[in-house]
């Protein structure tokens, strides 16, 4: 594929604006509904915000890096961009579907390419009630958090919380506690890409809970299901010889 018909996109930094017009000036700038490729300019963040905009219309992302953190995105190059992308390696992923159900009955629905999140959001711990393909597995969780994060999403929340980095490919995904205070030394689960996860709030007037699926914020929830979004696929592509599955690895041996 030529991947000539490039759409770039910018977050709202300057050196991320003067890049763009860089970029634009000489490669053009075509519509996203006709691009061969989206190349956003920023870092992880912005990279996310991409690909949840761009989820309907199956067009590879090609980021590069002018923010602040860059897992995600490509060592900022302005030559030879169309005969780079052409020559990129392809990395799919699927998002997690969120569905949450509030104090109030309301109920909502969130996609998260990384992972979703329950934080405490008042001063006692969460207790949470964890359940895998309607069976319960854990009947009391008491922490600051848990969150269920995507092999891709790895290496963010997940790892700072001391979850463990999963191979691209691999087929499951990290429970992982926030903080966790009894059973004080659970370390979490690995669980099967496919599981259906549930998660109840116990006690949720006094120990209030939110769920975070990347950026989509739902406050006093009750209860969160979480499972994986197989009709969206999004497409990354990375230069070769640095592909996601080669920065994962690096991730655990600096």
């Given amino acids: 594929m030529a991947f000539e018909k490039i759409h770039f996109s910018a977050n709202d ?6 890049a763009m017009r860089r970029l634009v000036h000489v490669y053009g700038q075509s519509r996203v509904e006709v691009a061969d490729v989206i190349v956003p300019l920023g870092g992880d963040g912005f990279m996310l915000s991409t690909l949840h905009a761009a989820q309907s219309l199956s067009v590879p992302v090609y980021g590069m890096h002018q923010g602040t953190v860059g897992f995600l995105m490509n060592d900022y190059n302005e030559d030879n961009l169309p005969k780079r992308i052409a020559a990129a390696e392809r990395a799919e992923i699927h998002p997690l579907k969120m569905r949450t159900t509030c ?7 969130a996609l998260a390419i990384n992972e979703v999140s329950l934080l405490r959001s008042g001063p006692q711990a969460a207790k949470l009630r964890i359940s895998i393909n309607g069976q319960v597995r854990m009947e009391s969780l008491v922490c600051d958090g848990a969150l269920v994060s995507t092999p891709a999403g790895s290496t963010a929340y997940n790892y700072s919380a001391h979850g463990p980095i999963l191979p691209i490919d691999a087929n499951i995904l990290a429970l992982t506690a926030v903080a966790a205070f009894r059973p004080r030394r659970w370390r979490g689960a690995l669980l099967p890409m496919d599981a259906d996860i549930s998660i109840e709030v116990l006690e949720p007037k006094k120990r209030p ?46």
């Fill in 13 to 18: 930094t300057e050196k991320a604006q003067a």
């Fill in 103 to 109: 104090q109030d009955g309301s109920e909502a629905e």
């Fill in 209 to 254: 809970v939110s769920a975070v699926a990347d950026s989509a914020d739902v406050r006093h929830v009750v209860r969160v299901d979480i499972s994986i979004e197989r009709k969206i696929t999004h497409v990354l592509l990375f230069d070769l010889g640095h592909g996601l599955e080669e920065r994962l690895l690096n991730e655990q041996f600096q």
